[in-house]
């Protein structure tokens, strides 16, 4: 809200929520409820799970979540659309928005139940991947919570390259995933995007965020990449200095890195990275 506020938009055509965990869906009833800003449409699955007793606060902000859609609704005629899956491609000013995954026939049974080969379908093993494209060279995959299925999938159909990607579990582990897992799991995400950027959105938090072997993984899937961290975590100041990976941290100041606000613009088929600076 306040970002959009920056800007001085006050209409957002199309609300993409990759899934219905607390972490992912925070700020939106605010965004909703904020008498200055429009939401046409909100697009997200379904998440029968989130019906636990009202104690559990990541329930109560799915259900906050669908209220705030209700009095949207009513106020300025937001349309819920309660389907994201590879069936949903929309052109948006010039550029196309693509959801890589689910796959119609995966999100058919929905979280709490079983994919064809028996696996049981989660929050996150749920959680579509939205990919915006304005041309090849100016594409941002957004991760959301994705886990291996995904990635099994599209090794399948292929089609998953992107420029940029905001990688998925701000940079932890998926699921409950082991730390050998999260690097497997990060070697072959990189592997199939093949990103030139990787951006972790973190904030500054007792997890220690982006993992190292997350990051060794990626290193190792792709040559050349370059990382971003929204808030840069103490640890890697020093490597923003002495390591090529990190040098899109850099200002002209000593010791020299910037966080905060990641602007990505389209212009003319390329994609333009600007680092705005916290205060």
Not at 11 to 31: M, R
Not at 44 to 61: F, Q
Not at 157 to 169: D, M, Q, V, Y
Not at 242 to 258: D, E, M, V
């Amino acid at each position: 809200l306040r970002h959009l506020k920056k800007l001085a938009l006050t209409e957002v055509q199309a609300l993409f929520l990759s899934h219905a965990d607390a972490d992912h869906i925070g700020g939106v009833a605010t965004l909703l409820l904020d008498a200055g800003i429009r939401v046409s449409r909100v697009f997200l699955n379904p998440d029968p799970t989130k019906r636990s007793p009202k104690s559990n606060k990541r329930a109560n902000v799915f259900q906050q979540l669908i209220y705030a859609i209700m009095e949207a609704e009513k106020r300025t005629g937001t349309v819920l659309e309660t389907s994201l899956t590879t069936n949903t491609k929309l052109p948006r000013n010039g550029a196309t928005v693509e959801i890589l995954f689910p796959p119609a026939t995966t999100a058919a049974s929905g979280v709490g139940g079983a994919d064809l080969s028996g696996n049981s379908l989660t929050s996150n093993s749920m959680s579509a991947a939205i990919r915006v494209c304005f041309s090849p060279a100016a594409t941002v995959l957004l991760g959301g919570d994705i886990e291996f299925a995904c990635l099994d999938d599209w090794r399948t159909r292929g089609g998953a390259r992107a420029h940029t990607l905001i990688f998925p579990h701000h940079g932890g582990l998926p699921g409950d995933a082991s730390p050998d897992e999260a690097a497997l799991f990060a070697h072959q995400l990189a592997s199939i995007v093949q990103p030139e950027i990787v951006v972790f959105s973190i904030h500054r938090t007792r997890f220690g965020l982006p993992r190292e072997e997350v990051v060794r993984a990626v290193l190792k899937a792709v040559a050349n990449v370059r990382f971003l961290c929204t808030q840069l975590p103490g640890r890697l100041v020093s490597a923003v200095a002495q390591q090529p990976a990190w040098s899109l941290h850099r200002t002209n100041s000593a010791p020299g890195y910037a966080d905060g606000d990641i602007q990505l613009q389209f212009d003319q088929g390329a994609l333009n990275l600007q680092i705005i600076k916290s205060t």
